[in-house]
């Protein structure tokens, strides 16, 4: 059972470049989540999926898309990459219906933009 | 809509001290409480939760917490600090009959000083 996937564990992109940062979960969840970690902010919500075919903005939308590709997937993609959105990426997911349970969260994925 | 507030963000306590990490939740309903641990470089995982019933709930590690409704508190405490203990703690909050989205303080950071 593995639980929340990330892809990759690691990535430097050039200012202006895009990318898609990947997330699969094999939990039946019916929420996803991403969440990006910079020093002294705690956990910052960018975008989540109550359900498949739903997403919503969370805190700090600004220069993300999503897209709820299935029940199982979450990807989450940087248009045109600046380096304001260096930071460590997580992706999350939960039983939205079941809140007495808890989230399982993905190992997180290294950004750095230069 | 259920909040959190975690007090402090960053404790340092001497190893076989106790440690002591504080949070605070606004619910309108009875809410399920959680505890998160994130050590450097991993995702975040449950310490222990609060759902019903015994409202001393104890977790991995040696770690406990209790639920005081009066004071709408949830702190974490652990009899006596091991340098192992060293991370960033997160206190979460979600609610019975509402599609609840995960909920952070903005963590704490453990220190243990030798």
């Known amino acids: 059972n593995a639980g929340v996937t990330q892809t990759p564990k690691f990535q430097v992109l050039k200012t202006g470049q895009s990318m898609t940062l990947q997330c699969a979960q094999d939990?039946?969840?019916?929420?996803m989540y991403w969440y990006r970690q910079d020093p002294g902010m705690g956990l910052r919500l960018i975008y989540y999926s109550a359900s498949e075919g739903t997403t919503d903005k969370g805190e700090v939308p600004n220069g993300y898309n999503v897209s709820r590709l299935n029940k199982r997937e979450f990807s989450l993609r940087l248009e045109s990459a600046a380096p304001s959105q260096t930071s460590v990426y997580f992706c999350a997911s939960t039983m939205t219906d079941r809140p007495n349970t808890e989230a399982f969260f993905g190992q997180g994925t290294r950004l750095t933009v230069v | 809509a259920q909040s959190v507030t975690q007090l402090g963000s960053h404790v340092s306590v001497s190893e076989g001290a106790l440690v002591l990490l504080r949070c605070n939740y606004s619910s309108s309903v009875p809410p399920y409480l959680f505890w998160y641990v994130q050590y450097p470089n991993q995702g975040l995982q449950l310490l222990l939760k609060y759902t019903t019933g015994a409202t001393l709930v104890k977790g991995i590690n040696g770690f406990e917490a209790e639920f005081k409704k009066s004071e709408t508190s949830f702190h974490l405490t652990k009899p006596s600090a091991h340098m192992s203990d060293a991370a960033e703690y997160f206190c979460?909050?979600?609610?019975?009959?509402?599609?609840?989205?995960?909920?952070f303080g903005k963590g704490i950071t453990l220190s243990v000083r030798p």
């Open positions: 939990m039946n969840h019916n929420s």
């Open positions: 979460d909050v979600s609610e019975a009959g509402a599609n609840s989205k995960l909920t």
